[in-house]
């Protein structure tokens, strides 16, 4: 009578490579863990920052805000020139402006005025250039 026997003792190869692909799953489980962690922590870090730095817009803003509110108008001290000159000046810038205004160039001589002639008798212009 022929004996059945049976190896229990040398999986088989399907046994093998599912015990293969189960143990490579569990590694990367870990490692998506592992990295997950590292993102959170790196995402903790980043969020901190930013705190930080809102705390920081928001100090300097209410120094600028204490700055401004401690700002004084000029006070109403009286110019260290009289009124009279004051008045005199204002006249006069008054009365030149309007002249320069009008002609486009406050260099350009009256259109009466004799043209600058040189030593050979040409005339040259109204105005000499001092940069050629």
Not at 34 to 56: F, G, P, V, W, Y
Request: charged share 25%; no cysteine.
């Amino acid at each position: 009578m022929p004996t059945i026997t049976a190896s229990y003792a040398r999986p088989t190869p399907q046994a093998m490579m599912d015990k293969a692909r189960l143990e490579q799953a569990k590694r990367d489980a870990d490692q998506a863990e592992a990295t997950a962690q590292n993102l959170r922590a790196q995402a903790d870090a980043a969020e901190m920052d930013a705190q930080k730095n809102h705390d920081q817009v928001r100090d300097l803003s209410s120094r600028i805000r204490r700055a401004d509110a401690t700002y004084s108008a000029p006070s109403g001290k009286p110019s260290e020139v009289p009124q009279k000159t004051q008045n005199f000046l204002e006249d006069m810038y008054t009365a030149t402006s309007a002249k320069f205004a009008a002609s486009g160039n406050p260099l350009k001589a009256d259109a009466l005025s004799s043209p600058v002639v040189n030593n050979q008798g040409q005339a040259t212009g109204r105005i000499v250039n001092l940069k050629a």
